[in-house]
Every structure is written in C-alpha cells, then in structure tokens.
C-alpha cells in the first residue's frame, strides 16, 4: 500500500507559519526533509510523513509544544487548498461537511475512498467526529484541524443570530492524554475538554448543520468543484507507483537530479523499495525514465516553442549528441527530421 499523502497547501502554510514564529525556513526544510519545489503548488502531493517531521521540527524549534493548535487558530483551510475555498462557498454547515468528505483524498490521501468527517445524533447533541484513520493517528492534525475548523465556523457565522445563540461547540473530546499546554486549548476551544476520550470530536447543537454561510455566487462553486473533480480523477490514477515517479520527475528532469535516489527519498521508500514496487508493476526505473523522456521530448519538439537543444537540456540530457542518438532510439529518426515532418 502507498504511503499517505497530504495537500502540499498544508506544509506550504505550516512552513510559513513557522517562519514567521522565528524558524529557519532552510532547517525546517532540511529537518522534515522538504524541498521547496514539492511546495510549489498546493494541491500537489507531499507524503504525510515529511508533514508530520515538519510538525515536530517547527515545534521543537519555536520551542512551542502547542504550534500544531495555534497554526490552526490562525492559518485558514480556505487560504491552504481547493477544498477549503468550496467549504467557504458551499451553502449550509451541513454543506460543509459533505464537500469534506466527498474531496476528501483532496486533503489526505490514505490510498482508499474514507469520509474525513462523521456525524450522529444523541440525548447530548450533535457529535461530528473525525472519520480520517490518518487523522486520527496523528496528534498535530487533530490539533490543528480542529482548531481550525472551530476558528474558521466562528469567523463564517459570527454575524449569524442563530449561532451566536448557540454554544459552539458545546463540548471537544480528544483520544490522546491531557497535555502540558491545556490553557491553549481551553483559550482556543471554549469549550469543556475531554482527553482520553474514545473520538476525536466536537459536540455542536442539533440545529448547527441548518445555518446558511452568506449567499456566493454559484458560478464559483460549479468552478472550484470542477478543478477539484479534475484534481480527485488525477489522484486516483496516479495510484500506481509508476504515476507517482513520473510525476516527481518531471520538475527534475531538466536539473541533473532526476536519479533514483532522489525519487525514493521523496517518495518516503528506500532505493531497494522503489526497485521491488516497479517491477511489480513490469518495469524499471530506467524504463520509466527514458518513456517519459520520449513523451516529453515528442512534446516539446512537435510545440515548436524550443529548439532541438532546448529540447535536450529540457529532458535531461547533458550533451546535444546523446539527445539525437536517443531520439532516433525512440523515432527512428533525428530531431531535426522530426521537425521537418511536422513542417511538411
């Protein structure tokens, strides 16, 4: 099974929260061992293991065992990832938790279809617990997505009559030991707390999931669902291991750097690992490596926006010459004649 991955949006935005706590932006990429690259877009894919060492990095270097509940205090889904801004324009809280759960591989992908969220009714209230098995193996993101998620509700419906009648939330409960800094989560939370408990949740008023967010306009939500519908078919096709190394080569290809060593180290695995995975799936890293250069290298050469030589540094190869024995490896023919056939 595939290691779990996260939204890039979320490290990206922990990352610059830390920064701005005092932290050095290279050690906390050094120490959780990051790139900068793997942050360039934040509904790309990071595994969930680099999140969490840049968690325990961020926390031991700002000296604040507590920086898991304040980044959710403070950093807004909406400004982390494309499911974020749909839950800011959906229609009802109970919206809300539905685009959750239907985008939920969107934000953490476990390799299989799970809810991130469910909900339930009893004599005390309206108990939405956390449904992700990823979440709730890990601290720091119940820490800060339910801080966030808390935070985020206020802000949305602090103009609302109907919730500022309610108490929100009525209760929180944590599976794990009562920590240290239990005065954040009391400031944060304002709620009773309970640790040790069965579920991570939080108990809200029955009426909650009727309260409307403001009207937006529905243009913006068709849009923003359609990328993520378009993000939700990608990710599910790049469930093989051969999808994921194609995709972390490309922005590397052009670099020097597009070895196995590198891809394994990002892809969390060892070298040995990597090996087994491909051949399961009939191939080779090498394979995998000169077929990606072949399509990319077509690409470029049938776009006519780059030269021959461009087109060589572009996919990885040092010298001209290796280029044009490769390519008419491939073709059967040399770039240049290649480009004289689109010509004519």
């Not at 205090?73 to 919206?95: K, N, P, S």
């Not at 990328?227 to 922005?251: F, G, N, Y």
Request: charged content about 25%; hydrophobic content about 45%; glycine content about 6%.
């Amino acid at each position: 099974m595939a290691e779990p991955t996260i939204a890039a949006g979320f490290p990206k935005a922990l990352l610059v929260f830390a920064v701005a706590r005092g932290a050095d932006r290279s050690t906390l990429l050094q120490r959780s061992g990051l790139a900068s690259q793997d942050l360039a877009e934040p509904d790309s894919r990071v595994p969930l293991a680099r999140y969490m060492a840049l968690f325990q990095a961020a926390a031991e270097i700002c000296a604040d065992p507590a920086i898991a509940l304040r980044f959710g205090e403070c950093v807004r889904m909406q400004d982390i990832c494309v499911v974020g801004l749909i839950c800011e324009v959906a229609e009802t809280a109970a919206d809300v938790g539905r685009q959750l759960n239907r985008y939920s591989r969107l934000i953490v992908d476990e390799g299989k279809a799970s809810d991130l969220v469910s909900a339930s009714l009893s004599t005390e209230g309206l108990w939405m617990a956390v449904a992700s098995e990823a979440y709730n193996a890990r601290r720091p993101m119940i820490e800060a997505e339910l801080a966030r998620l808390v935070c985020n509700t206020r802000a949305s419906f602090r103009d609302d009559l109907a919730f500022r009648a309610m108490r929100f939330p009525r209760a929180v409960h944590f599976t794990f030991p009562e920590p240290s800094a239990r005065a954040e989560y009391e400031r944060i939370f304002q709620s009773p707390l309970v640790f040790g408990a069965e579920r991570n949740a939080l108990l809200l008023d029955p009426a909650f999931p009727l309260l409307r967010q403001e009207p937006s306009n529905r243009e913006v939500f068709t849009t923003l669902c359609e990328r993520a519908d378009t993000l939700l078919k990608t990710l599910h096709a790049s469930h093989s291991v051969r999808a994921r190394v194609e995709s972390l080569l490309i922005p590397l290809m052009h670099t020097g750097d597009a070895g196995m060593e590198p891809i394994a180290s990002r892809m969390g695995v060892t070298r040995r690992t990597l090996l087994r995975r491909l051949k399961a799936e009939g191939t080779t890293f090498e394979m995998v490596l000169d077929e990606l250069r072949h399509a990319m290298a077509l690409r470029y050469l049938s776009e006519g926006k780059v030269s021959a030589n461009e087109t060589a540094y572009l996919v990885g190869f040092s010298e001209p010459a290796a280029f044009s024995r490769a390519f008419k490896r491939w073709t059967g023919v040399s770039p240049g004649a290649f480009r004289e056939g689109l010509r004519a």
